[in-house]
């Protein structure tokens, strides 16, 4: 049973900046959102997460909807190096991480 | 920035063969992780192991898999006999705080033949 809802893919032009959206309308309170990208067949990397309040560090920004049902994640200027999987997880910080499908940003020149 | 890292990257073994798969976590780090990926497939996870002992496996963690951390720094993962469906890339992962937060390896590819 997924937890969360993402597009399958987007795109964004080089330099713009990428929004990537997140339904998440089951949460739960103690639950956090995690964002995580995978670059070809690397291993997944952590991006950034939060429980309510917007977060941001040297990688993205994520904004949360007040209800929590939703989420963003936006890189603020992307570059060719950041076409990826963008995986989208909530989680109560228990043992393990679910990945569902994610979406497949094409950062295009 | 410390990282997780892998070995080997490559493996290739023959069916039925044992395999050990290498990972030497993130050095203060409390909580570690075995995930797997099939070509193609989505991210699954294996089993997390804290305080020495596994906290939570997947139904895919059967008797065939087996996870030890021998020492301080190292964290395996073994399957005793491979079969042509663990082919896949393996991806060990390592927590500090909450066990949610797990920084990944760049993955073994095991290919069994």
């Known amino acids: 049973d997924a937890k969360t809802t993402q597009p399958t893919s987007m795109d964004c032009a080089e330099g713009r900046a990428a929004n990537l959206p997140c339904n998440h309308s089951?949460?739960?309170?103690?639950?956090?959102v995690y964002w995580y990208r995978q670059i070809h067949s690397q291993g997944p990397q952590y991006i950034i997460h939060?429980?309510?309040n917007n977060e941001t560090n040297e990688m993205a920004s994520l904004i949360i909807t007040e209800d929590r049902k939703s989420s963003t994640l936006i890189l603020p200027h992307a570059t060719l190096r950041d076409t990826a999987v963008y995986y989208c997880?909530?989680?109560?910080?228990?043992?393990?991480?679910?990945f569902g499908g994610g979406t497949r940003l094409m950062v295009k020149p | 920035e410390p990282e997780v890292t892998q070995t080997p990257s490559h493996q290739v073994t023959q069916m039925g063969q044992e395999v050990i798969l290498r990972c030497v976590p993130i050095?203060?780090?409390?909580?570690f992780y075995w995930y797997r990926q099939i070509l193609g497939q989505k991210v699954e996870f294996l089993v997390s192991?804290?305080?020495?002992?596994?906290?939570?496996k997947s139904e895919i963690f059967d008797d065939q898999f087996s996870v030890e951390r021998p020492d301080g720094s190292n964290f395996t993962l073994k399957i005793r006999s491979t079969k042509l469906e663990d082919s896949a890339m393996y991806f060990c992962?390592?927590?500090?705080?909450?066990?949610?937060?797990?920084?990944f390896g760049q993955g073994t590819r095991l290919t069994v033949v």
């Open positions: 992962a390592s927590g500090g705080q909450g066990a949610s937060l797990g920084f």
């Open positions: 089951t949460i739960s309170g103690n639950e956090y």
């Open positions: 939060g429980l309510k």
């Open positions: 997880i909530v989680d109560n910080a228990g043992n393990m991480l679910t």
């Open positions: 050095s203060n780090h409390l909580y």
């Open positions: 192991f804290y305080n020495n002992e596994i906290s939570e």
